[in-house]
């Protein structure tokens, strides 16, 4: 059984910043790819960005693309999303994700998910 448990969110104004971060534990070793996802009000759940255990490579949407910037840190079993440069657009639930490659992340073919964290983006 895998947990996904995430932090870090809140209200923040426009062109801040707000780094969350996803504890993962229980038997993970089956999955390579951990990341995030998020839905906005009156939207569906979108990608965001995944990083892959096998070689590090990482994956951002376009329209985070130079603003948001995932990392892990092993010994903690944690992963992170730096957000920088928020906008208004960026707020939404954001859930942790682990799948096990990272085209079934990509893919929407998720294998567990937190319980999300809201990030609200104001002024």
């Known amino acids: 059984q895998v947990q996904l448990v995430e932090s870090g969110g809140g209200l923040v104004q426009p062109g801040g910043s707000l780094r969350l971060s996803c504890v993962a534990s229980?038997?993970?070793?089956?999955?390579?790819?951990i990341g995030w996802y998020r839905q906005a009000p009156g939207k569906e759940r979108e990608r965001v960005s995944c990083?892959?255990?096998?070689?590090?490579?990482?994956y951002y949407e376009d329209s985070v693309k130079g603003r948001f910037s995932i990392s892990k840190d092993n010994a903690k079993n944690t992963v992170y999303l730096q957000m920088n440069s928020l906008k208004p657009e960026d707020t939404a639930v954001y859930y942790c994700?682990?799948?096990?490659?990272?085209?079934?992340?990509?893919?929407?073919?998720?294998?567990?998910w937190g319980q999300g964290t809201l990030v609200t983006v104001s002024s």
């Open positions: 994700a682990l799948a096990v490659d990272a085209l079934a992340f990509v893919g929407t073919a998720v294998s567990a």
């Open positions: 990083i892959s255990s096998s070689d590090g490579s990482t």
């Open positions: 229980g038997f993970t070793l089956d999955y390579d790819t």
